[in-house]
């Protein structure tokens, strides 16, 4: 844009310089006519603006790797006179792991319409959010620009690949849970209080709707109080940005994710009931699930939630707040090679640590061990089946 007022701006002054040294009034008729076309621009370029409108959308999931469009669609009431091209600047949020990108997109208007497709990167597992900062509508010589009302935020979900497990539940446990104590008549106020999601029908208090999970389903979802006796595993993907001293890679994020998506689904599918603990400012929140619908809607829930500084952070949480008390059965998912110490853990829960690590080979201790630890390659975890003891 600054180009093409420099270039306007030299020639204007050339046709001055003329008209001073020559005094013709060719050069005079040049002079204005170039100030009244840049002023008529200007004044059609602020009618146009009055009827443009941009919408924007994306798909609502694609599975991580596949190709993620956005797409901006200008509408207009009537003909544009002036108005050739927009210019945004979007803000795009990858909310898992906390990675924001901004982008300057120039669209030109062309004869075959004004729908514009732009590809992001989908390399990154979780919701993906899409924010416009700010919007110009510019003339057709690129003199003037005018800002218009930003389209609206639009949102999608990048799911994990996949990956090939097989799961198994030992026959022995270590402790036993506790089922008494455990609900309360007044929700909310025990941090192992599990809460179960469903569908808002007519009737269903307005305070218990989940907002935040509505909002992304694009429909009302309310949240109730369940009973957890009947569930003895505890699914709880602990993730973090740090492993340790060191900064986990995309590739060991978004395999965890991949071991969290399948575990889950493996366990539904076998017709295993279990809770899932999502990591919260206030501790772990517990949620059940008894079939596929409900571990989608914990899926999708997490996947909306930046992972936390370091990984472990749910774990400290799960033996802060006693939990082992209410499980036999400890099922935890991380990003790099897990380097939290387990000892706590030995002689009160049966449990299973599958790491996604870069460069890691497949490796299994026998249950009653310390550690029963799994580990995949996060580079390439390939058509393998990897078999989870827990």
């Known amino acids: 844009m600054w180009r093409s007022r420099l270039e306007y701006l030299f020639t204007l002054l050339g046709c001055l310089a003329l008209l001073f040294f020559f005094d013709r009034s060719l050069f005079l008729w040049g002079v204005v006519e170039m100030a009244a076309v840049a002023l ?70 062309s004869d075959s319409g004004k729908v514009f497709r732009i ?19 510019m003339d057709v010589m690129q003199l003037f620009r005018l800002k218009i009302g930003g389209f609206p935020e639009t949102h999608a979900m990048i799911f994990p690949g996949r990956v090939n497990l097989e799961m198994e539940l030992a026959r022995g446990t270590s402790g036993a849970p506790q089922k008494e104590g455990l609900l309360q008549n007044r929700r909310g106020n025990d941090h192992s209080e599990i809460y179960d999601t469903r569908e ?9 709707i989940h907002w935040k999970l509505s909002g992304k389903l694009d429909q009302l979802i309310v949240r109730e109080a369940s009973d957890p006796s009947h569930y003895e595993l505890l699914l709880v993907p602990d993730s973090g940005l740090m492993q ?3 900064e986990t890679t995309r590739s060991e994020r978004n395999t965890a994710a991949s071991v969290f998506a399948a575990a889950g689904e493996q366990l539904c599918r076998q017709g295993v009931s279990f809770c899932v603990g ?33 990984s472990g952070t749910a774990l400290r949480y799960f033996l802060l707040e006693h939990l082992d008390r209410y499980f036999s059965r400890l099922l935890i998912l991380c990003a790099g090679r897990c380097q939290e110490p387990l000892q706590d853990l030995e002689g009160r829960i049966g449990f299973t640590v599958v790491s996604a690590a870069r460069g890691g080979r497949t490796a299994y201790s026998t249950p009653g061990e310390m550690e029963n630890m799994v580990e995949i390659p996060a580079d390439s975890p390939g058509k393998e089946v990897y078999r989870i003891l827990c």
């Open 278 to 310: 999502l990591l919260s400012r206030d501790g772990l929140v517990l949620h059940e699930v008894r079939n596929e619908r409900d571990f989608e809607l914990a899926l999708h829930e997490w996947m909306c939630t930046e992972l936390p500084e370091r």
């Open 119 to 137: 590809p992001l990167d989908a390399a990154y597992c979780g919701e993906v959010r899409v924010r416009c900062t700010n919007l110009w509508a």
């Open 40 to 109: 008529l621009l200007r004044l059609l370029s602020r009618r146009d603006v009055g009827k443009l409108r941009v919408l924007a959308g994306m798909p609502k999931r694609v599975q991580a790797g596949q190709k993620l469009v956005l797409t901006l669609t200008a509408r207009t009431q009537g003909k544009l006179l002036a108005v050739g091209s927009l210019l945004a600047e979007c803000e795009i949020t990858y909310t898992m792991f906390g990675v924001r990108e901004t982008k300057l997109l120039c669209l030109p208007f």
């Open 200 to 208: 808002y029908v007519p009737g269903d208090d307005i305070r218990s």
């Open 244 to 246: 340790g001293e060191r």
